[in-house]
């Protein structure tokens, strides 16, 4: 089994056989209060797995702001460490393109909110050889007023909630296929606001 956990939106958590089967999800759509519910989301979840049968974890890896989404990879991580099992690495974008290349076709734009009046794009073009979407422009932060100028005609889907049983589809197919998705740092669409004291004045006699 392949447990996924994302928290870039609002906090999915799902587990789905090496098949792909949904096994066991739980989720809410709140963009804030990850670390009250990501606890109980797992613990739902897992009621469907007995020890021994999750294989991997599936870590969303954004886009997302910066307390969310680390909330949800530390809770993988962590998951993943007390088990003894490897973390499988995905952009969550790949989720949703996913969930919606099972009614588009031709190009597309996944579009998340990213607040402050802003968005993140991705844009795809159907799925590879390995069934992952494929990615035709990389994640990129566009204001929100001007995104239907940047996408210039390519159809926009925009996702207020992800599918962690598509996220752990992605996971499993990048490893059939031997791929690595993402890398270890997540996709952070800025950095957090706050900055580190100066040093201190120094006080003339």
Not at 55 to 66: K, N
Not at 169 to 180: D, E, K, N, P, S
């Amino acid at each position: 089994m392949i447990l996924a956990v994302d928290t870039s939106l609002g906090t999915a958590v799902a587990l789905i056989d090496s098949d792909g089967t949904r096994r066991a999800e739980a989720a809410t759509t709140d963009p804030l209060g990850h670390a009250e519910v990501i606890g109980v989301l797992l613990a739902e979840v897992l009621e469907e797995a007995a020890p021994g049968d999750i294989t991997h974890v599936v870590a969303g890896m954004g886009p997302g702001p910066f307390t969310g989404l680390r909330i949800g990879i530390a809770a993988a991580r962590a998951f993943a460490l007390g088990r003894g099992l490897p973390v499988v690495a995905v952009p969550s974008h790949l989720a949703a393109a996913l969930t919606a290349l099972e009614t588009e076709k031709g190009p597309f734009a996944i579009v998340t909110d990213a607040r402050r009046r802003e968005v993140a794009i991705t844009v795809f073009d159907g799925a590879d050889a390995d069934g992952l979407p494929q990615v035709l422009a990389d994640t990129v932060l566009v204001k929100a007023v001007d995104a239907d100028a940047h996408l210039a005609g390519i159809r926009r889907i925009d996702v207020a909630a992800l599918s962690a049983v598509d996220l752990a589809r992605v996971g499993a197919r990048a490893l059939a296929a031997g791929r690595t998705l993402a890398g270890d740092e997540p996709l952070y669409m800025r950095h957090p606001d706050v900055t580190l004291p100066g040093a201190p004045k120094k006080v003339g006699s």
